[in-house]
């Protein structure tokens, strides 16, 4: 009881720190979204539980925006055929479902309400002022044990069933399947005995609803998800404080505990000391650098129209909020500089999924193989940005509105953010050497717009940045901060250790291990290059040799370029050893001078999945098993680990796709890149982790007739700002 | 006459332009450095030669900065014992060395006059307080067609005359060196009349002096340049008008023309249409983005201190210019935020050589394969900064103090700048999900500290970044921008050619080949993780697999760690396929919980060198054989393509040093790393690069007990500015 009172003490001061900066920060900040707390709303599970934990009053899912906000999303209509469902839309959904016979006196979960989009004619076809494409949801429901997959139509009222085939796997986890997962195993005499059992108090427990991966049968015809759980006693950081070995695994449909497994009896539960992260959990700070600020006196230089369409500099795209892929970017334009149009680069962009195979092949953690987006929800699990340090000053922020699991919308507030960036970078230059002596000294300042979300996957974070640059350049970086997932020990010392490789990771503090694993992040590019027509194309970097009658020269590089036919010709596994690039063209344009107009895709944070191919995780993440694809255009792939991921067998995957093998020459084609990353962990990752990050690269190649940001101004110091200390500092 | 008067006037009108924006800057920027046009100093040769072009009456590189800057260079003295020569030391060079029997009434040029540093133990010895050990300047002379290697020392006087031994190879050329080279062509008839037959006129011409590379008997026992010319009508980006074809040999020595080729009679030369990217050039421009700036209301965080000394944050390292560098950093240490000490991370990281092969072996491009670090000296092209263009506000600027050919030193101002940047970026977060409904969300914003430098070898710029983080990250950054070096072709279309590939490379514009080349840039990373006594360990991740009876995963990763014990165990060839992390430790040192402490170097931007091992220009650039070295430390190793590196026949680089196979274990190590870039061009790149960058990081490992910033702040809105637009905006 004590450590539960200095918990909600902990709270109560943190929530009047939170209280007063949220205070100071709307006197001169962009608008500011802190939520209040909700009521236990009548539709949430969670009320039942709320009485086991300190954290239960607070499913922070649910929050109820402020009035301003709530009156916002509910005037809300769609202006485009890409904008998501709105609230009112979303009510519809409900009250449509409700009334059909396929959900009628039904128990029924809905685990996907979101714009089912317009055929992508229609939506090439669409200009501003023209009437939407008919309007129609796409909805993922779970009703006696079944998961539906559905169209609802607003106008007809129409809900038409379409046929899932013989798929495995299980839909998106609602986030009401997640928290009542983790009360569940509380109903256990048993589970309750053995966390006391391991000293632990029942009031200070946080648990985690783990997806359990697919191994064979034990993982079959029911939906299950694994508990593993932590104390919170003494550290809002209880990830670090792990109960280790003790796994439930839970029906998620009927909450039955199926098993309780205790492999941890003899590992003692980490201590709490230096794991508290929060500012206000500080004894001292350390200021290591005065305030610096990105500022505008001028003020942003992009609009966001509509709500959705964001114009930038030479940039025009449609930019939303989804619950499953995070931040959907579509209808990437830019502005040619001669012709004053705008061209089509990408007609959508988004994380398709996230495979983060943990290495501990032993039984509290061999089934660690998340697939975040397809499991948890990529965007269910991005919060409200910070202002001011999730995004600096002048970022616009923007809302999702989701649904939860009976249908009703609730406003994710400020899951995304645009802000312009300037780190001191140059978009080009040129001196003239003292070899000429010629005085010519030219720079451009490169300033470029960066959409941002933040993605909780219960400890990890995932900072998700699409990045334009005004020369046409699209960078997508992938920032991973955060906390470890970590596994308890007997070792507090790594001299106790016979075998370090045992480990499975690095004893990170006492009784702590990081357990070693790789995150791959598989992007889905539809690129339209200067239309929707596109061809892949390798351009391979080969050793020719000349002859010594030909040059004195022996060796030299070519760049041979060969055109992908079908599917497996974009199969690519990147070798440093035998460079390529990849072109993505419009064959059937070319610049004055007789180029392919193209784009290029960069690779960067190229880490390769090293798993057995015939592992069950591998199968079901064999989107990982090369670093590029190419797949023909096709509505229906766009999720890399198959629609329904969750205990998947890996029947539905790009993997799968492609051995189809279909033409994808002159073709609409889609792109597929996984970033990735192999993770060791170091005690620099503790008790939270500095942002680690990967980027790769849409250039233009080809794509101008020369360099599109020639005739920018350089910086003149009287369009710089004049700047004092805030008074009140 | 008519072209040369029209240039005249563009120039005049582009001085009145930049002195206006020079009268605009100096109202509010930090010190500016504009220099002033130098008279024909005496002991240049250019004078004599300066009838002839457009630009021969400013030989920028000795620049007589202002008054001020003078006085501030003549009364500088050192104050650490890594501080370069000082004006003063200099010219007591030229004065010893003027009264050597060496030097006595012979003709002399001066290649290299810089620091020899004191002994590393002296080094580490000394603090601040204590005399300096003695002071020496180490200098390259050429005197009667032989390269002395000298040490000069100013207590004594005495000049001591090093054995280079038998290494092939000449010193860095002098940008005498370079600019008489560019003239020497003009001496002959023959090729004056090749050129007018090219239709260019004589008073046009801009020429470069190209080294020669080594091929054999061609490019031995005589020191040469290859000069090849363009035409400066009607553009400042005379780069784009090649004379295709036409090579002049000249003899660095005697300037005497040794070959003339012309093999591009039928080649025109392009067009200077769209290819001038001067901004007074422009008929009109685009500004796509409002003004944005850090800005910093308390002023930056960093000091340096004593001319050299940057603090910031928590990091401490001693920065100066370098000749052939172009930047070092030494002494390069982290405050550990538990003891309060300053911790050794590196003693001396610097930019060892370039490797620049272009891929086409024609008769006026096989050569191409330039070390522009011992070739053209880094530092020595590295051209005075931008304010506000090449550094944001706040930035401090650094002068290099170099010895011209004669020994006489000048400044080149603004040479390195230092800034702090923040593009918006979050060094650790974490906000908890709805899944636990924690009201948590704990953001901290990145800041960094950068050091930058320029230089423009001729056509191309090489942007070299060194940026601190407050985890104790340092990443090593290089951006490419500039111009091309193009290839005059009697092609105007793609469909006009053949075989594409013969093109080597890619037809930009009219008439305008970019070929085909790649850049490596090796740098010298002398680590001292903690001190010196440090080892290499490759940290293997390996497929490994698991018994059905044991998991029922099948196969997952683990870290093995393998220590090497000589150089050649740490020739590592980075395969993405076969994963490692690269660490340097200090295996006598644990941290608490018992793991080595160490960093890791982080590759990034890697590309292979593919040429042929035995080609002659890949012995010469065989340190960029494999991606990474390890060799014992050693004073005299500190080129990677050797201390001569002119027409050198590859017989003293990293390779050679390398193949040794020296014991590395438990020593005091350099850790060498070659960033790559394959560049095919393509349209964007004409007529100048938007900046294409790459970097690796070095980064702790187990080095801090934890995350070294867990105690930061977050920003709070009243830290900061309050600005508003400059009311002459």
Partial sequence: MDARSVLRHSFYLFSAVLLTLFTLSILSSPPSHKAELPDCAPHSSLCHASKNSIYSKRPAFLQTPTEHIRRRHSAAVPLHPLDPLTVTEMNRVKEIIQKHELFINKAYSLHSVVLEEPEKQAVLRWRKGNPLPPRKAAVVARIGGASLVLTVDFGSGEVVRHETGQASGYPTMTVEDMTSATWAPLASADFNRTVVARGVDLSDLACLPLSTGW????????????????????????????????????????????????????????????????????????????????????????????????????????????????????????RDPWTGDMRDVMYKGLTSELFVPYMDPTDAWYFKTYMDAGEYGFGLQAMPLDPLNDCPRNAHYMDGVFAAADGTPYVRSSMVCVFESYAGDIAWRHAESPITGMEIREVRPKVTLVVRMAASVANYDYIVDWEFQTDGLIRIKVGLSGILMVKGSTYSNTNQVNNEEDLYGTLLSENVIGVIHDHFITFYLDMDVDGANNSFVKVNLQREYASPAESPRMSYLKALR?????????????????????????????????????????????????????????????????????????????????????????????????????????????????????????????????TVSSSFDLKPVNFFESNPILNIPPNFVNDLPVCKADASA
């Fill in 215 to 334: 191994f064979g049968k034990n993982e079959e015809n029911r939906r299950l998800v694994k508990v593993q759980c932590y104390t919170t006693e003494g550290t809002a950081n209880f990830y670090m404080r792990p109960i280790e070995g003790l796994t439930v695994v839970v029906d998620l449909d009927s909450h039955e505990i199926l098993e309780i497994t205790e492999k941890g009896k003899d590992i003692p539960i980490p201590n709490a000391a230096n794991t508290d992260y929060r500012f206000t959990a500080q004894n001292s700070y350390q200021r290591l650098v005065n305030p610096i600020s990105l500022e505008q006196p001028k003020g942003p230089s992009f609009t966001v129209e509509d709500n959705h369409l964001v114009k930038w500099a030479n940039w025009e795209f449609h930019l939303k909020p989804d619950p499953r892929a995070g931040v959907i970017i579509s209808r990437a334009m830019v």
């Fill in 562 to 690: 060969k055109v992908a036919k079908t599917e497996k010709d974009a199969q690519v596994k990147i070798n440093i050893h035998d460079p390529s690039e990849f072109h993505i063209v419009n064959p059937t344009k070319k610049t004055k001078v007789g180029n392919p107009i193209g784009y290029k895709l960069v690779p960067g944070g190229t880490a390769v999945n090293l798993l057995d191919p015939n592992d069950p995780p591998q199968q079901r993440g064999a989107f990982t098993n090369n670093q590029i694809w190419v797949t023909p255009y096709n509505a229906s792939e766009q999720w890399a680990g198959g629609e329904f991921v969750s205990q998947s067998h890996g029947d539905d995957t790009l993997q799968m796709w492609s051995n189809r093998d279909r033409g994808i020459e002159k073709k609409d084609i889609v792109v597929w890149y996984t970033l990735g990353f192999h993770h060791v962990p170091c005690q620099e990752d503790f008790p939270i982790m500095p």
